[in-house]
């Protein structure tokens, strides 16, 4: 009998142990009693030596795995994610296993065959299949040899079992492991002074653990750096993971590493089937995948041989998991490289301000492209002063004359405005009364083309009203301005081009997307409009002239993270800007020209802005200097979420290395009819913050008025 201790899916900061009387090793998963239930763990510990009374232990109904689903950097991996963020173990693993590997399904490797076309399947054409699409796709997919499970994804057995009947097909035993056929498909591009130094460094520091900050102006080919530290990982058989911003994976990014190496390349995003995420899991673990190419959480895929990692515009605040398990998948993937003793290279325009630190306290190397890699300049930037001046469409005269300019001179025209919908707000103009939602402290959105009103905060539509809430009056206005009007009024305006709307609303139906930047990249004058979507990291080659028709509202907000997220989109905005030929122009609207901030990005740029800022956070002792913890808590009555935090903040009495603001409201104070507090913690040490968290949270645990709220611990919060 051995003594098992099991993580297992319950949000509990406990563990549980089991006897199990067959051999079991850590990693696999088992069948376990718990409660009037049965759960599915994973064996996390062989006979732990602080088990309570052995006789007391229940016994583990079933072990489901021979060898283990999560192998030992994983569980090294989730173990420190669990004790660095606080959270129970059980639902950190949720993060890391397939819905269907927690659901039990069989989970052994699918060593099945690869397909590869015969003689006679190489000399048929596409004219033989005619109306059979099915039969040509496959056709064209077998191309290059394909494994089963690759193929199943997209076909039925039967149509393989077709092909190697009619003899064009022939099956082989799959040999997962080296990429016999890695040699790279495109040439890639000679590489620049800089991109040389950048790609050298990294390839030497293959086999063993090291971090990289590339620090490359938009346009200057980090792209390209990336493929070419890639390269001989490939040829050699390893594995790459390329984690990239939320809405960063486009079919484009898709595409440019596909078309490199004749390697299979693999993605992992949120918009997945179950049985998509498992079959690409397992493809990893049996290293049939040279390259996954994927978001936040393929941080936790578990790779045979996975020697480099690469995260794309490291900057981005998609990392951060924003509920639950709130993770930063940057941080660990650091972490991830350290325990496989591999190079990590994080890659941005606009690095985050604790990646320079970083860089400047000597834990990160610095490699830098200072200018872009085809030769062209950098975008000028103008500011328009919006003050008495006439405005029409939310546009002054000078924006106005200065699109339809470039527009004559063939280029393209992107527009930034960073609210969808088609107004903030509808207005009474009879009393001044707003539609509200009554569930958040917020106004509601409307929605023309929708005919609604949404709360872009808890999500709730309702039909637009006839009368004002307030007086009853008919005349009701919409009141400020969002893309979707604007998206009206340039087509008003400019008649004769083309409008490309790209936000959450006109890109939600699948392909909506990748139908908008395929109109934009056939390079015809027209007008591109929309959120930030547009700020990340497309290339768009025939945009002349970017404006940024309102930053104002960005200027002045609370959170001490706001002048450097405002400084990175509008740096990235602007980077859209000149990348083909033509050099770019960049028109900013505002009533502050003036503003320090505004000033210093346009003139110094970026990078200097950036160091500038990161001197003050050390005077003004706030991170990465500090390092800040964050309780908030969400109740029905206000009363419950002020004592509740009082508690937490009494507790800290005994914690005098730790600072304390709040508590507070949240920005948002109410969301879908909560209140919402929080509580922030400061300490210099870092060891010290994680200590008095073990603490307060052993005590929380006992309060009664705990299941009364909602409470959740962030760390390294990055949104106050
Ligand atoms: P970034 O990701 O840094 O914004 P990209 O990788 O998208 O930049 O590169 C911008 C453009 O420069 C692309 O069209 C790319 O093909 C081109 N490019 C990159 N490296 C080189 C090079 N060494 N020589 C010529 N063109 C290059
Ligand atoms: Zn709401
Ligand atoms: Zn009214």
């Known amino acids: 009998m051995t003594v098992v201790r099991v993580a297992l899916p319950i949000p509990l900061r406990v563990h549980f142990d089991y006897l199990c009387d067959t051999e079991v090793s850590p990693g696999c998963r088992v069948m376990v009693p718990f409660g009037k239930r049965e759960l599915i763990g994973i064996v996390w510990q062989l006979n732990p030596s602080d088990s309570y009374d052995v006789t007391q232990l229940k016994t583990v109904t079933q072990v489901l795995d021979q060898t283990p689903v999560l192998a030992a950097p994983i569980r090294q991996l989730l173990s420190f994610a669990a004790d660095y963020y606080h959270h129970p173990l059980g639902d950190v693993l949720t993060s890391a296993l397939p819905a269907l590997l927690r659901d039990g399904k069989n989970a052994d490797p699918v060593k099945g065959h690869s397909y590869s076309l015969t003689e006679a399947g190489q000399h048929l054409t596409a004219e033989q299949f ?34 190697v009947e009619q003899g064009w097909a022939h099956v082989t035993p799959v040999l997962y492991g080296p990429y016999q056929t890695a040699a790279e498909q495109q040439k890639s591009l000679p590489l620049n002074p800089a991109q040389a130094l950048a790609v050298t460094a990294v390839q030497q520091a293959l086999g063993s653990f090291s ?50 190496f004749a390697v299979p390349v693999g ?8 049985l998509e995420r498992f079959t690409v899991w397992q493809r990893c673990q049996t290293g049939d995948l040279a390259i996954v190419i994927g978001t936040r959480s393929a941080l936790f895929l578990p790779f045979l041989k996975l020697d480099l990692l690469i995260i794309d515009e490291e900057h981005d605040h998609s990392f951060k998991q924003q509920e639950g398990f709130r993770y930063h998948a940057r941080d660990l993937a650091i972490k991830r490289a350290s325990i496989q003793q591999c190079p990590i290279l994080l890659g941005s325009a606009t690095p985050s301000l604790e990646s320079l630190a970083n860089v400047q306290q000597g834990r990160f190397a610095h490699l830098e492209l200072p200018d872009r890699a085809a030769g062209q300049l950098m975008p000028t930037v ?29 280029q393209q025209v992107l527009l930034f405005l960073n609210r969808r919908g088609f107004a903030p707000a509808l207005i009474c103009h009879e009393c001044g009364w707003m539609t509200e939602c009554h569930r958040c402290s917020a106004f509601t959105t409307f929605h023309k ?22 007086c009853g009056s008919t005349q009701l206005a919409p009141v400020g301005q969002g893309t979707e009007q604007l998206e009206e009024q340039l087509q008003q305006l400019f008649p004769a081009h083309t409008v490309t709307r790209l936000d959450r609303d006109s890109t939600r139906r699948k392909g909506s997307l990748q139908q908008a930047l395929d109109q934009i990249l056939q390079g015809e004058p027209q007008l591109i409009l929309g959120t930030q979507m547009l700020a990340k990291g497309h290339h768009f080659p025939n945009v002349g002239l970017v404006v940024i028709i309102d930053v104002d509202s960005a200027l002045y907000s609370n959170d001490f993270r706001a002048p450097e997220q405002l400084a990175q ?144 611990l962030d760390v390294d919060p990055q949104d106050l």
């Open 211 to 260: 971090c990289f900050l590339l620090e490359g102006v938009t346009g200057s080919g980090k792209t390209e750096v990336y493929l070419q530290s890639i390269s001989p990982v490939a040829k050699a058989g390893g594995q790459v993971l390329v984690l990239v911003p939320e809405i960063g994976l486009t079919p484009q990014t898709l595409a440019r590493f596909e078309q490199r």
């Open 449 to 470: 083309q929708s005919r609604q009103l949404v709360c872009h905060h808890c999500g709730a539509t309702k039909g637009v009203p006839h009368q004002c809430g307030g």
């Open 130 to 163: 005619k109306a059979a699409k099915k039969r040509l796709a496959l056709w064209q997919q077998l191309q290059q040899p394909q494994t089963e499970t690759q193929l199943l994804e997209h076909f039925q057995r039967k149509e393989l079992q077709y092909f």
């Open 267 to 274: 993605v992992w995003h949120s918009n997945m089937t179950d």
């Open 569 to 712: 989109l509008l740096t990235q905005v602007s980077g859209r800007a000149g990348r083909g030929s033509q050099p770019g122009k960049v028109l900013l609207q505002t009533h502050y020209p003036g503003h320090a901030l505004l000033q210093d990005v346009i003139q110094n740029g970026y990078a200097s802005f950036a160091r500038s800022a990161l001197k003050e956070r050390q005077q003004t002792f706030l991170p990465p200097f500090m390092f800040l913890a964050l309780f908030r808590v969400e109740a029905h009555q206000l009363d419950l979420c002020q004592e509740w935090l009082q508690k937490v903040a009494e507790h800290y009495k005994n914690w005098p290395q730790v600072q304390l603001l709040g508590p507070l409201a949240c920005p948002l104070e109410r969301k879908a009819g909560k209140y919402r507090w929080q509580l922030q913690l400061f300490a210099k040490d870092r060891k010290q913050l994680h200590q008095s968290l073990d603490s307060v949270l052993s005590d929380i645990s006992r309060w009664s008025s705990s299941r009364k709220v909602k409470w959740q």
């Open 382 to 410: 103008e500011l328009v002063d919006l003050k008495q001046q006439q405005m029409m469409f939310g546009m002054a005269g000078l924006t106005r004359q200065r699109i339809e300019q470039h527009l004559k001179l063939g």
